[in-house]
């Protein structure tokens, strides 16, 4: 046998876009193959121009785009984002070109009780388009579409707004714990007796002669010392609340009972007194806040709201069929929002979006930040249900092998984890950029809030509640004292 055979392959995507007849290689038996390729990985390595129609939605860092009618369904412009540089890539390496819309519905998919899909997946599933941009990878949907192999790895987690500082009217109580306000009030109550029981029981005198013949009003008024027989109990109780105030005790003891009793309640004192004052002054210039959401277990507990986007997709398929009770117990109460309407509910406070968590730094980076990249948004510690992103194809589709190879490629040169650091700082810098140009009427704001702030109303407020209770206090023990005709 001689002669040269040429084989040629049927293309699907040749000129003019259609389907066509490709030359592969030829063959000789005198050398064989003489282009020596791959001939089935060369049908679909060029693409000739061919115009695929991909669907998405938009979600940012991975996909964004511009619309270009306000409905659901129609084409995008795309914008820089993951999905969107992978696609050029795509697009130069295997020679073609694209189309990028939205599904008709506006939603991600999840499975109808019929066995077909709503949103992104629906549309492949049915071929309505070539393939879809980042799709969450689930098992249900392994069952309707193609996927490509995973190229980012992302957990769910949820976000609220920052919790606030508490009432400060609470400041002149939050440096003891309310137990520790039990034993102090406690101690305070009984040193008062202890030590007039060893005024009653001791022998000795405890003051100077020629001071204890003064008279006992004018020895009070006068500020000098007493003899402690023609003290009263509660006399003797009011003095022992004095070196808690900072006041010294008014009287001189004698006796080594008295000495001793009286220099360990002051040593005691002086240490309470210290503790409270560090504590306080701490309480004041950085308040406490009120306790903050992290795992879904709390969340669920809590007397707040909670939702997710209204676009449907795994994350909803995720609490819709799952039996874990935690998950079964929010989806009972969950609610569905756009994007910006969530973030408004989780700025107004008593409000949970749960979402992923690469979208969560995105938008607050962006739209959520001051230019010193200061946010009112937290978002929770726990993360949960890992999982991958990828791009989907109808069943039996003869390139998602292609594509599958490229994002291999892809991922083993690191592009992805660079390109998605750069998207993120490029949304930090672009929110920079769009709130720099009102720095310059709150830079005297900006420098007074730097700088050390001086006490307020606000910081003062319980000792303030603290004084008018005291005031009122008074006021009723005078009418009492009044009303019973029983003036001191």
């Known amino acids: 046998m001689s002669g040269e055979v040429a084989m040629y392959g049927r293309c699907l995507h040749c000129a003019a876009r259609k389907v066509g007849i490709l030359y592969l290689d030829s063959w000789t038996p005198e050398k064989g193959f003489l282009r020596r390729v791959d001939i089935l990985r060369e049908l679909f390595s060029n693409f000739h121009g061919h115009v695929f129609e991909t669907v998405t939605m938009d979600f940012a860092p991975f996909i964004d785009y511009t619309r270009t009618i306000d409905e659901p369904g129609g084409v995008t412009i795309p914008k820089d984002s993951m999905d969107v540089r992978i696609l050029k890539e795509?697009?130069?390496?295997?020679?073609?070109?694209?189309?990028?819309?939205?599904?008709?519905?506006?939603?991600?998919?999840?499975?109808?009780?019929?066995?077909?899909?709503?949103?992104?997946?629906?549309?492949?599933?049915?071929?309505?388009?070539?393939?879809?941009?980042?799709?969450?990878?689930?098992?249900?949907?392994?069952?309707?579409?193609?996927?490509?192999?995973?190229?980012?790895?992302?957990p769910m987690t949820f976000v609220m707004r920052k919790p606030g500082p508490l009432p400060q009217w609470q400041a002149p109580i939050k440096p003891f714990t309310w137990d520790t306000w039990i034993y102090l009030l406690v101690v305070t109550?009984?040193?008062?007796?202890?030590?007039?029981?060893?005024?009653?029981?001791?022998?000795?005198?405890?003051?100077?002669?020629?001071?204890?013949?003064?008279?006992?009003?004018?020895?009070?008024?006068?500020?000098?010392?007493?003899?402690?027989q023609d003290l009263s109990f509660g006399e003797v109780c009011l003095y022992m609340i004095a070196p808690l105030l900072g006041q010294p005790s008014p009287f001189l003891l004698r006796s080594s009972s008295g000495k001793t009793f009286c220099c360990l309640w002051w040593f005691f004192c002086f240490l309470a007194t210290t503790l409270y004052r560090g504590s306080l002054i701490a309480c004041l210039t950085v308040p406490e806040v009120s306790p903050t959401l992290d795992t879904l277990e709390e969340l669920a507990d809590s007397n707040i709201k909670w939702g997710m986007l209204n676009t449907y997709g795994s994350d909803y398929q995720l609490f819709?069929?799952?039996?874990?009770?935690?998950?079964?117990?929010?989806?009972?109460?969950?609610?569905?929002?756009?994007?910006?309407?969530?973030?408004?509910?989780?700025?107004?406070?008593?409000?949970?979006?749960?979402?992923?968590?690469?979208?969560?730094?995105?938008?607050?980076?962006?739209?959520?930040?001051?230019?010193?990249?200061?946010?009112?948004?937290?978002?929770?510690?726990?993360?949960?249900?890992?999982?991958?992103?990828?791009?989907s194809f109808p069943k039996g589709s003869p390139y998602t092998e292609s594509f599958d190879r490229l994002f291999q490629r892809i991922i083993e040169a690191g592009l992805i984890k660079q390109w998605m650091k750069d998207l993120i700082s490029l949304s930090a810098s672009g929110s920079t950029a769009s709130t720099s140009s009102s720095s310059s009427s709150s830079s005297a704001a900006e420098g007074e809030e730097n700088s050390l702030q001086a006490f307020t109303v606000y910081h003062l407020q319980g000792t303030f509640y603290l004084l008018v209770g005291g005031y009122s206090l008074a006021g009723l023990v005078l009418i009492a004292e009044i009303f019973f005709g029983n003036n001191k």
């Open 90 to 154: 795509a697009a130069r390496l295997f020679n073609f070109s694209f189309i990028m819309r939205e599904p008709k519905d506006n939603q991600w998919g999840y499975l109808l009780e019929n066995g077909s899909w709503t949103g992104t997946v629906g549309t492949i599933q049915r071929s309505e388009a070539d393939f879809s941009m980042m799709l969450s990878v689930t098992w249900e949907r392994t069952y309707a579409v193609t996927f490509t192999r995973a190229y980012y790895v992302e």
């Open 320 to 391: 819709r069929a799952s039996t874990v009770p935690v998950y079964m117990k929010l989806f009972k109460k969950m609610h569905f929002h756009g994007e910006r309407d969530s973030m408004e509910l989780v700025l107004r406070g008593g409000y949970a979006f749960i979402s992923w968590k690469t979208y969560f730094r995105n938008i607050i980076v962006r739209d959520y930040s001051d230019k010193n990249r200061q946010t009112k948004i937290r978002i929770a510690r726990e993360e949960f249900f890992p999982g991958g992103f990828g791009w």
């Open 189 to 228: 109550v009984f040193s008062g007796p202890l030590l007039w029981v060893i005024f009653k029981l001791t022998p000795a005198r405890h003051f100077l002669e020629e001071e204890a013949k003064k008279p006992k009003s004018k020895a009070l008024n006068s500020g000098i010392a007493i003899e402690e």
